[in-house]
């Protein structure tokens, strides 16, 4: 069974930074693609980056592009999430999931939630102005 746990949220003033970490158990975690998604109070889950099985290729969201980096390292079984000079509207849920079924670069396809097929529980983030 594989199972997913973040770490690393807090509160944290706007224009600061966190690092967000991923852990995965089970599986064959570089088999995976991996993807960071959040979710705010009253509003949907949405994408926020994603990287191939190699870490060789990698997406984000609009929002997230030139402040967030999404990294791995295969072999401590971790996907990581940088995110900087954060702002009020990033406050939310942030989760990570593993996508079994992208086996090369990752592409605006990846930004489907459907794609992903295990799910950590979340951790927040919450940004104060």
């Known amino acids: 069974q594989v199972q997913l746990a973040e770490s690393g949220g807090g509160l944290v003033q706007a224009g600061g930074s966190l690092r967000l970490s991923c852990a995965v158990s089970?599986?064959?975690?570089?088999?995976?693609?991996m993807g960071w998604f959040r979710q705010a109070p009253g509003k949907e889950r949405e994408f926020v980056a994603a990287?191939?099985?190699?870490?060789?290729?990698?997406y984000y969201s609009d929002s997230a592009k030139g402040r967030f980096t999404i990294s791995r390292d295969n072999a401590k079984k971790k996907v990581y999430l940088q995110m900087n000079s954060l702002k009020p509207e990033d406050t939310a849920v942030y989760s990570c999931?593993?996508?079994?079924?992208?086996?090369?670069?990752?592409?605006?396809?990846?930004?489907?939630?459907?794609?992903?097929?295990?799910w950590g529980q979340g951790t927040q983030v919450t940004v104060s102005s």
């Open positions: 990287i191939s099985w190699s870490g060789g290729s990698t």
């Open positions: 999931a593993a996508d079994p079924t992208t086996t090369q670069g990752i592409t605006a396809q990846n930004m489907d939630i459907r794609r992903y097929r295990y």
């Open positions: 089970g599986g064959t975690f570089s088999n995976y693609a």
